[in-house]
Protein backbone atom coordinates (compact mmCIF):
# COMPACT_ATOMS: atom_id res chain seq x y z
CA UNK A 1 0.00 0.00 0.00
CA UNK A 2 1.57 3.52 -0.95
CA UNK A 3 1.73 6.58 1.75
CA UNK A 4 2.56 9.74 1.32
CA UNK A 5 3.63 12.44 4.18
CA UNK A 6 3.98 16.21 3.75
CA UNK A 7 7.49 17.91 4.34
CA UNK A 8 5.69 21.23 3.92
CA UNK A 9 2.48 22.48 2.60
CA UNK A 10 2.92 26.58 1.69
CA UNK A 11 3.26 28.37 -1.08
CA UNK A 12 6.06 30.44 -2.36
CA UNK A 13 6.20 31.61 1.69
CA UNK A 14 7.50 30.31 4.29
CA UNK A 15 6.15 30.21 7.51
CA UNK A 16 8.00 29.70 10.91
CA UNK A 17 6.66 25.88 11.13
CA UNK A 18 5.66 25.54 7.53
CA UNK A 19 7.70 25.18 4.16
CA UNK A 20 6.93 25.11 1.13
CA UNK A 21 5.00 21.86 -0.90
CA UNK A 22 6.68 18.65 -1.21
CA UNK A 23 6.01 15.51 -0.20
CA UNK A 24 7.69 11.89 -0.06
CA UNK A 25 6.12 8.80 -1.46
CA UNK A 26 6.28 5.26 -0.78
CA UNK A 27 5.35 1.80 -1.65
CA UNK A 28 6.12 -1.17 -0.49
CA UNK A 29 8.99 -1.07 -2.38
CA UNK A 30 10.56 2.07 -3.18
CA UNK A 31 10.23 5.49 -2.31
CA UNK A 32 10.41 8.96 -4.46
CA UNK A 33 9.79 12.63 -3.11
CA UNK A 34 7.95 15.48 -5.71
CA UNK A 35 10.10 18.78 -5.53
CA UNK A 36 12.91 19.77 -3.05
CA UNK A 37 12.83 22.22 -0.66
CA UNK A 38 12.09 22.04 3.55
CA UNK A 39 12.38 19.62 6.01
CA UNK A 40 15.34 18.05 4.33
CA UNK A 41 16.63 15.69 7.65
CA UNK A 42 13.56 13.62 6.76
CA UNK A 43 14.12 13.22 2.76
CA UNK A 44 17.53 12.18 3.55
CA UNK A 45 16.49 9.29 5.75
CA UNK A 46 14.20 8.22 3.41
CA UNK A 47 16.49 7.61 0.63
CA UNK A 48 14.34 8.61 -2.08
CA UNK A 49 15.13 6.08 -5.55
CA UNK A 50 14.00 9.17 -7.25
CA UNK A 51 13.38 13.12 -6.84
CA UNK A 52 10.84 14.68 -8.80
CA UNK A 53 11.37 18.63 -9.97
CA UNK A 54 7.69 19.23 -11.25
CA UNK A 55 9.03 22.79 -12.28
CA UNK A 56 11.46 25.44 -12.70
CA UNK A 57 10.51 27.71 -9.85
CA UNK A 58 12.60 28.20 -6.89
CA UNK A 59 9.79 27.02 -4.08
CA UNK A 60 9.98 23.84 -5.94
CA UNK A 61 14.10 23.20 -6.42
CA UNK A 62 16.30 25.21 -3.97
CA UNK A 63 16.55 22.49 -1.93
CA UNK A 64 18.19 20.13 -4.19
CA UNK A 65 21.75 21.48 -3.93
CA UNK A 66 22.00 20.78 -0.03
CA UNK A 67 19.91 17.56 -0.24
CA UNK A 68 22.23 15.98 -2.08
CA UNK A 69 25.65 17.27 -0.05
CA UNK A 70 23.72 16.56 3.06
CA UNK A 71 22.80 12.67 1.17
CA UNK A 72 26.86 12.61 0.77
CA UNK A 73 27.73 13.31 3.89
CA UNK A 74 25.21 11.06 5.55
CA UNK A 75 27.19 8.20 3.29
CA UNK A 76 24.15 7.73 0.89
CA UNK A 77 25.62 5.03 -2.01
CA UNK A 78 22.11 4.65 -3.64
CA UNK A 79 21.91 6.02 -7.02
CA UNK A 80 19.39 8.77 -7.16
CA UNK A 81 17.65 9.83 -10.74
CA UNK A 82 16.30 14.18 -10.85
CA UNK A 83 13.16 13.52 -12.82
CA UNK A 84 12.41 16.84 -14.47
CA UNK A 85 9.90 17.90 -17.39
CA UNK A 86 11.98 17.61 -20.62
CA UNK A 87 13.75 21.17 -21.52
CA UNK A 88 14.55 21.36 -17.29
CA UNK A 89 17.84 19.46 -17.48
CA UNK A 90 19.75 22.48 -17.44
CA UNK A 91 18.67 23.39 -14.00
CA UNK A 92 19.62 20.82 -11.63
CA UNK A 93 22.47 20.15 -13.83
CA UNK A 94 23.84 24.33 -13.09
CA UNK A 95 23.04 23.86 -9.36
CA UNK A 96 25.38 20.29 -9.38
CA UNK A 97 27.65 22.18 -11.39
CA UNK A 98 27.73 25.06 -9.60
CA UNK A 99 28.87 23.24 -5.95
CA UNK A 100 30.79 20.84 -7.82
CA UNK A 101 28.63 18.28 -6.06
CA UNK A 102 29.62 15.06 -8.68
CA UNK A 103 33.35 15.87 -7.65
CA UNK A 104 32.29 15.30 -4.37
CA UNK A 105 34.88 12.12 -3.23
CA UNK A 106 33.06 8.95 -3.34
CA UNK A 107 29.71 10.47 -4.27
CA UNK A 108 26.45 8.33 -5.53
CA UNK A 109 25.42 8.22 -9.20
CA UNK A 110 23.42 11.04 -10.06
CA UNK A 111 21.30 11.17 -13.05
CA UNK A 112 19.10 13.45 -14.41
CA UNK A 113 16.06 12.29 -16.73
CA UNK A 114 12.61 13.46 -18.62
CA UNK A 115 11.32 9.95 -19.00
CA UNK A 116 7.11 10.20 -18.72
CA UNK A 117 6.66 6.98 -17.52
CA UNK A 118 8.35 4.76 -14.80
CA UNK A 119 8.86 2.25 -11.93
CA UNK A 120 10.13 3.35 -8.65
CA UNK A 121 9.99 -0.02 -6.67
CA UNK A 122 6.63 -0.94 -6.74
CA UNK A 123 5.45 2.59 -7.72
CA UNK A 124 4.36 3.29 -11.31
CA UNK A 125 4.86 7.11 -11.77
CA UNK A 126 3.65 8.54 -14.85
CA UNK A 127 3.70 12.30 -15.35
CA UNK A 128 1.00 14.53 -16.85
CA UNK A 129 1.17 18.38 -18.39
CA UNK A 130 -0.16 20.76 -15.94
CA UNK A 131 -1.40 24.71 -17.00
CA UNK A 132 1.16 26.36 -14.50
CA UNK A 133 4.54 27.22 -16.63
CA UNK A 134 5.80 26.06 -20.28
CA UNK A 135 7.50 22.79 -18.68
CA UNK A 136 5.56 22.11 -15.50
CA UNK A 137 4.38 18.54 -14.98
CA UNK A 138 2.22 16.81 -12.40
CA UNK A 139 2.36 12.82 -11.27
CA UNK A 140 0.22 10.10 -11.45
CA UNK A 141 1.31 7.38 -8.87
CA UNK A 142 -0.12 3.78 -8.80
CA UNK A 143 0.63 0.92 -6.66
CA UNK A 144 -1.98 -2.09 -7.10
CA UNK A 145 -5.46 -1.00 -8.30
CA UNK A 146 -4.37 2.14 -5.75
CA UNK A 147 -4.14 5.81 -7.52
CA UNK A 148 -2.37 9.02 -6.01
CA UNK A 149 -2.60 12.05 -8.33
CA UNK A 150 -0.38 14.98 -7.77
CA UNK A 151 -1.22 18.40 -9.88
CA UNK A 152 1.91 20.10 -7.88
CA UNK A 153 1.03 24.09 -9.04
CA UNK A 154 -1.84 24.45 -11.82
CA UNK A 155 -4.13 26.94 -13.19
CA UNK A 156 -7.62 24.89 -13.39
CA UNK A 157 -9.19 22.79 -16.07
CA UNK A 158 -6.71 19.90 -16.14
CA UNK A 159 -8.48 16.72 -17.40
CA UNK A 160 -7.42 14.50 -14.76
CA UNK A 161 -7.95 10.81 -14.65
CA UNK A 162 -9.52 8.90 -11.84
CA UNK A 163 -7.97 9.37 -8.41
CA UNK A 164 -8.49 7.39 -4.72
CA UNK A 165 -6.18 10.25 -3.24
CA UNK A 166 -6.01 13.79 -5.26
CA UNK A 167 -3.38 15.90 -3.94
CA UNK A 168 -4.29 19.77 -5.47
CA UNK A 169 -3.01 23.15 -5.15
CA UNK A 170 -4.97 25.71 -3.73
CA UNK A 171 -3.27 29.19 -4.17
CA UNK A 172 -6.12 31.09 -2.54
CA UNK A 173 -10.07 31.90 -2.35
CA UNK A 174 -12.37 31.51 -4.56
CA UNK A 175 -13.18 35.74 -4.73
CA UNK A 176 -9.54 35.28 -6.37
CA UNK A 177 -10.27 33.58 -8.82
CA UNK A 178 -9.11 35.88 -11.55
CA UNK A 179 -5.62 37.06 -10.11
CA UNK A 180 -4.77 33.38 -9.38
CA UNK A 181 -5.01 32.16 -12.62
CA UNK A 182 -3.66 34.54 -14.13
CA UNK A 183 -0.56 33.74 -12.11
CA UNK A 184 -1.00 30.09 -13.01
CA UNK A 185 -2.67 29.02 -9.78
CA UNK A 186 -6.04 27.59 -8.45
CA UNK A 187 -8.32 28.28 -5.65
CA UNK A 188 -9.93 26.04 -2.62
CA UNK A 189 -12.69 25.65 -4.72
CA UNK A 190 -11.25 24.62 -8.07
CA UNK A 191 -9.45 21.83 -6.05
CA UNK A 192 -12.83 20.59 -5.02
CA UNK A 193 -14.84 20.35 -8.32
CA UNK A 194 -11.39 18.64 -9.61
CA UNK A 195 -11.99 16.21 -6.60
CA UNK A 196 -15.03 15.97 -7.82
CA UNK A 197 -14.40 14.65 -11.28
CA UNK A 198 -11.70 12.52 -10.57
CA UNK A 199 -13.93 10.53 -8.09
CA UNK A 200 -11.45 10.87 -5.21
CA UNK A 201 -12.00 9.59 -2.51
CA UNK A 202 -9.53 12.18 -0.24
CA UNK A 203 -8.43 15.61 -1.18
CA UNK A 204 -5.63 17.08 0.20
CA UNK A 205 -4.74 20.57 -0.49
CA UNK A 206 -1.15 22.53 -0.93
CA UNK A 207 0.30 25.43 -2.01
CA UNK A 208 -1.21 27.19 0.01
CA UNK A 209 -1.50 30.98 1.18
CA UNK A 210 0.69 32.08 4.21
CA UNK A 211 -2.28 33.77 6.02
CA UNK A 212 -5.93 32.41 5.85
CA UNK A 213 -5.48 28.57 4.93
CA UNK A 214 -8.05 27.44 6.97
CA UNK A 215 -10.24 30.22 5.00
CA UNK A 216 -9.02 28.18 1.56
CA UNK A 217 -9.86 24.94 3.49
CA UNK A 218 -13.50 25.90 4.25
CA UNK A 219 -14.31 27.14 0.33
CA UNK A 220 -12.63 23.38 -0.69
CA UNK A 221 -14.64 21.31 1.64
CA UNK A 222 -18.12 23.79 0.46
CA UNK A 223 -17.22 21.87 -3.27
CA UNK A 224 -15.72 18.33 -2.06
CA UNK A 225 -15.99 18.26 2.13
CA UNK A 226 -13.44 14.97 2.18
CA UNK A 227 -10.80 17.37 1.95
CA UNK A 228 -8.07 18.19 4.27
CA UNK A 229 -5.05 20.11 4.93
CA UNK A 230 -2.32 17.53 5.30
CA UNK A 231 -0.30 17.57 8.27
CA UNK A 232 3.32 17.71 7.95
CA UNK A 233 5.79 14.68 9.04
CA UNK A 234 2.92 12.34 9.25
CA UNK A 235 2.33 9.50 6.51
CA UNK A 236 -1.33 9.33 4.57
CA UNK A 237 -1.99 5.90 3.18
CA UNK A 238 -3.43 6.23 -0.23
ZN1 LIG B 1 5.14 27.47 -9.42
Known sequence: MSEFCFLGV????????????????RGIE?????????????????????????????DHVYGLPSFLHQSWLKGRK???KILVPTRMEAIPEEMIGLFRLREKKGIFDITVSDEKVLYVGSLRVETFVTDHT?????????????RLVF??????????????????????????????????????????????????????LCHLPEEGKYKVLKDAQRAFPQTEIPKLLKWYRV
Open 10 to 25: NGSIQELHGGNTSLLI
Open 134 to 146: QTSIGLIVEEGEK
Open 151 to 204: TSDTKPGLSLPRADVLIHEASGLSIEEETLVKKGHSSGVDAGMAARETGAGKLY
Open 30 to 58: GCLCADLSCNLAAVIEAEPDVVVLTHEHI
Open 78 to 80: KPL
